[in-house]
């Protein structure tokens, strides 16, 4: 069931989201042991090690895959290449030396063995990797994909790196301390006033009939929503100010977590349906929206809300 409010002066749902970075809904930490401290994490290290994989294993192959090359994991649309398996493997190595003791949960390990989602609960530092997000755009060829990383510890996301290689693109943030874009800080600003919303929503061919009958709330005036490309872009344009939100129906973390910190340490707010912060655990109330404030993001939920 949606925990919506219901103003008392219009009737209409409304939603106040979430406006801090991603969190755990697992009960408090009972054993007082402290976050990891991200402020001692070398970023410039990590960012290295994201441009090596990207160089080493994902750019050479880029339009230059053969049919060998791709395979189908759960459909058509749901594609992997050999460079997101090989840049993964390189990501889990090069990160896991950069911090001994810390955990990997990549895409391609777990559709191979589920449980390693499991790390997400346990009490080592975690890094999350899509090594290729957007891969239908990297097979056709398009330059609109990145490379995500996230470090979490016990449900916080605690710093992310969203790399666009064929666009030259590096954005970092770290938790509480703002959000970068090559360099220079981003700040996801606010839309103008009486702006149609440009809001990336999950892509058709990746929804069923009754996630496209939520999302379609949405097409009514003063919003214009499109499917989305590359979630980890889409979050990268929020944080740019370049589009106004997302509203998506899937939770697989490494879709989500990088992007989500971006968003909300560039000054854009989040959250689901259920009046909730995104859990990178999981089991969240769908869909969820992520917005350059908490007005815009506000709006979106409760038109996605009204559909329930």
């Not at 009737?11 to 991200?38: C, K, M, Q, Y």
């Not at 290295?48 to 880029?62: L, S």
């Not at 058509?76 to 896991?96: F, N, Q, Y």
Request: proline share 6%.
């Amino acid at each position: 069931m949606i925990d919506a409010l219901r103003t008392q002066e219009t009737g209409e749902t409304a939603i106040t989201p979430i406006a801090t970075p991603p969190a755990a809904a697992t009960a408090p930490d009972v054993s007082g042991a402290p976050l990891f401290d991200a402020s001692a994490l070398d970023l410039a290290a990590v960012e290295a090690a994201v441009r090596r994989a990207a160089a080493d294993e994902i750019m050479p192959r880029f339009r230059q895959l053969a049919a060998e090359d791709i395979v189908e994991k759960n459909g058509p649309h749901d594609l992997v290449t050999v460079a997101d398996r090989l840049a993964e493997e390189h990501l889990t190595a090069s990160l896991t030396a950069l911090l001994p003791g810390s955990l990997v949960v990549g895409e391609e390990a777990v559709h191979a063995d589920p449980a390693v989602l499991d790390a997400l609960h346990g009490d080592a530092p975690v890094w999350i990797v899509d090594p290729v997000d957007g891969t239908r755009q990297f097979v056709h060829g398009d330059p609109g994909f990145a490379t995500l990383v996230a470090l979490a510890h016990r449900g916080e996301v605690l710093a992310s790196w969203t790399y666009a290689p064929a666009l030259g693109l590096m954005a970092v943030a770290r938790r509480g301390a703002g959000a970068r874009l090559n360099g220079v800080p981003l700040r996801a600003g606010s839309p103008s006033s009486g702006a149609v919303l440009d809001v990336a929503t999950s892509h058709f061919d990746f929804t069923t009939d009754e996630q496209k009958r939520v999302l379609a709330t949405l097409e009514t005036g003063g919003i214009a929503p499109r499917p989305c490309g590359s979630a980890g872009l889409e979050y990268l344009h929020i944080a740019r100010g370049e589009i106004d939100a997302t509203a998506f129906s899937w939770e697989n973390v490494w879709d989500h977590a990088a992007g989500l910190l971006l968003v909300h340490e560039a000054g854009g707010a989040s959250g689901t349906v259920a009046g909730q912060p995104f859990r990178i655990e999981g089991g969240n109330a769908l869909p969820f929206t992520a917005a350059r404030d908490t007005a815009t993001a506000r709006r979106i939920l409760g038109l996605l809300a009204a559909a329930n």
